[in-house]
């Protein structure tokens, strides 16, 4: 058996591309914070009920579990940070008004997912609590943008949906959770022919409603046709209103907006917008969010919330290829003026590596294109 295997889908992070997710960790927290999001650090186990309780079956099978052997009670580790922020907010914080927290943290999934096909992705989100206006939902999503741009992203396409449309055509017919749960898959793999047959005893308006779903997304131009074609229920007239007002309010970031209303992702999670963004080039998102104002009433105090949430390892794939910054090779010794020098250097920003005595044939792997020598009474940096 070789002992150095890891299990499948899980990797270590080697020093360049660990170099370039911290560096964009710090960046996106500083970015956060520069904009009132305070930082938390939610525990990697929890019992399993504060994680997988109010959020749907599908957090459920990505969640690993363990016994606790202190209680014997069932523990799961985290597979999605935000109903963990969901909890700080409800009960370890208990404001009274808006809320904002931010986040960035390994989480462990049962399964390898997004675009860096992983089980242990390295999460970083945003979430607002305590306002239910479309206001806060383009915070978050122009939080979402600056986000990817700051890593270096361009070209960002950015698509939304709202799982209240749906819910509306489903919740105010009565339909059976078997149906409902049926339809949703249909949605989701696009299936227009098993939508049509699963809707068929349904009233006409209600199955062409629900068929209409799979051909709405494109440009803006869907939300006019949505308009005309969907029922003019309040949820569904306020829904369309939300998605337009919101992609608007984006166009000053340079990004590009589309829709697509079969979009369901999170049904059993999400209570409204949703939104995805993705890049040129990549085969699925790169950023996903919406808003989940259920989520809190699981501990005892509901409210509404917006975030949205991205696996850095999974952005870096979206990037040139990394390369470790150079440093500067110094000798080894107890000269003061050498010690003085080495550490104005590293006060500075630079990289300075001093040898270890037996080491002298390896000096190429210390990735160094300057070196420090002692001329005309002093210690200058001259190249390698």
Request: aromatic fraction near 6%.
């Amino acid at each position: 058996m070789d002992n150095w295997l890891l299990p499948e889908y899980i990797e270590d992070v080697l020093p360049t591309e660990a170099a370039r997710i911290e560096q964009l960790r710090r960046r996106l927290l500083d970015l956060f914070r520069s904009h009132g999001y305070q930082y938390v650090i939610p525990p990697m186990l929890e019992y399993l009920e504060s994680l997988i309780t109010g959020t749907g079956h599908d957090l459920d099978i990505a969640t690993f579990k363990v016994v606790d052997q202190l209680t014997g009670r069932l523990m799961g580790v985290r597979a999605d940070m935000t109903p963990q922020t969901a909890r700080i907010d409800a009960h370890m914080l208990n404001n009274q008004g808006v809320t904002r927290l931010c986040y960035a943290g390994s989480v462990l999934r049962t399964k390898a997912d997004g675009l860096a096909q992983t089980r242990e992705p390295l999460q970083v989100g945003a979430e607002l609590y305590g306002h239910a206006g479309v206001e806060s939902d383009i915070e978050i999503q122009r939080l979402m943008i600056k986000a990817l741009q700051a890593t270096g992203i361009k070209d960002l396409h950015i698509d939304f949906s709202h799982v209240g449309i749906f819910g509306s055509l489903v919740k105010e017919n009565k339909l059976s959770d078997a149906l409902e749960q049926a339809l949703y898959a249909a949605l989701q793999s696009k299936d227009k022919s098993a939508v049509s047959q699963l809707a068929k005893g349904l009233d006409k308006a209600i199955h062409n409603a629900l068929i209409s779903l799979t051909d709405l997304n494109g440009d803006v131009s869907i939300i006019d046709q949505a308009e005309k074609i969907l029922p003019a229920t309040p949820v569904i007239q306020q829904a369309l209103q939300d998605i337009r007002q919101v992609s608007n309010q984006l166009a000053d970031l340079g990004v590009k907006v589309g829709f697509d209303l079969s979009e369901l992702r999170g049904y059993h999670y999400h209570s409204g917008m949703v939104f995805a963004a993705y890049a040129h080039g990549c085969s699925g998102p790169l950023a996903l969010g919406g808003r989940y104002d259920e989520v809190g009433s699981v501990f005892g105090r509901a409210r509404c919330a917006s975030g949205f949430s991205l696996d850095l390892r999974g952005v870096v794939l979206a990037l040139p290829p990394a390369v470790l910054p150079k440093a500067i090779f110094a000798p080894l010794g107890n000269d003061l003026d050498l010690i003085a020098k080495i550490e104005a250097l590293r006060h500075d920003g630079e990289i300075v590596i001093q040898e270890l005595s037996g080491h002298e044939e390896h000096r190429g792997e210390l990735n160094c294109d300057r070196k420090l020598e002692h001329y005309n009474s002093g210690w200058h940096v001259v190249k390698i």
